[in-house]
């Protein structure tokens, strides 16, 4: 197959969401060839912002969701199609603030479903106003004299909702950007990717990041308090380190699972309900 699509490209010159296309066009030829995934069985998901217009760029199933809405859009299609992988790219805005509800309950749930976070910390198809992700102090359109918020470290909160694969790329750092990629494809359940995007016309962070970043090294990805810790170590606003990788990845049962193989063995609804807080006992 194909991937590459005739859209025509309208993103601003040196934006961070080509290398999130890039490498995820990387990501899926190479998952195609090594583990024999047809391109139709893959479905990509957009939300609303610069990152939704992947739904045009990348030439796979796609579907444009409203604000907001691209996870239980995702989940639904997943549910009805178990042998799909869907993949969610929505942005900070809009996902930390329009769909945050949908974000946390996906996770809680381990819905088998990606979400890739396009978190370049800003809404940059609007022109700059700022997001949950935008830092302490932040001067944009709507906010000239600075916000007095903390911003929300999408990590900790992931990893505290019930995510079973929490990572962190950066769209300068290419390899491991696709590796994340791939992993978060295969791990079953809800795999959850934040990229630290750049924006390069409303907020570009390209030299604090080339100057914060490592790769996590040496972890016991299976151990939740590691994970937190390691979550806490960057607050989205301080000049700590900012460690970039798998934080976190666990084999639960998934969302949609249980159900599915009680339907094959009881008649009725109701007995499928109730064999369901049978196992649930
Ligand atoms: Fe990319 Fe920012 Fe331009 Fe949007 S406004 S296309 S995020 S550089």
Redesign the pocket.
């Known amino acids: 197959g194909n991937l590459i699509s005739p859209a025509e490209n309208?993103?601003?010159p040196?934006?961070?969401?080509f290398s999130i296309e890039h490498m995820m066009k990387s990501a899926l030829a190479e998952l195609a060839e090594s583990k024999g995934i047809p391109l139709e069985k893959f479905v990509i998901v957009g939300g609303i912002g610069?990152?939704g217009k992947l739904t045009d760029y990348l030439n796979v199933n796609s579907f444009y969701a409203i604000h907001g809405r691209a996870i239980p859009l995702a989940t639904g299609i997943k549910l009805a199609n178990p042998d799909l992988h869907v993949i969610c790219f929505v942005g900070d805005g809009d996902t930390y603030a329009e769909g945050l509800d949908h974000l946390v309950f996906a996770a809680k749930r381990n819905a088998d479903i990606t979400v890739i976070v396009?978190d370049?910390r800003?809404y940059?198809?609007t022109t700059g106003q700022y997001t949950p992700t935008s830092p302490y102090g932040f001067k944009g359109r709507s906010t000239p004299d600075g916000i007095t918020e903390r911003p929300i470290n999408p990590l900790e909160l992931m990893l505290v909702s019930g995510a079973t694969f929490v990572s962190r790329g950066y769209t300068k750092k290419l390899k491991p950007l696709k590796q994340t990629f791939k992993d978060a494809i295969l791990h079953e359940g809800f795999s959850f990717v934040e990229v630290l995007?750049?924006?390069?016309?409303?907020?570009n962070l390209t030299d604090c990041y080339n100057d914060q970043v490592y790769d996590l090294e040496g972890i016991d990805t299976t151990d939740f308090d590691q994970a937190l810790a390691k979550a806490r170590e960057w607050d989205y606003t301080s000049l700590a380190r900012i460690p970039l990788g798998t934080f976190y990845d666990r084999k639960m049962p998934v969302f949609g699972e249980k159900f599915r193989h009680l339907e094959k063995r009881t008649r009725s609804r109701d007995e499928a309900v109730r064999a369901v807080l049978e196992e649930y006992r």
């Open positions: 309208t993103w601003c040196g934006c961070g969401n610069c990152h396009h370049n800003v940059g198809l995007q750049i924006c390069a016309t409303y907020f």
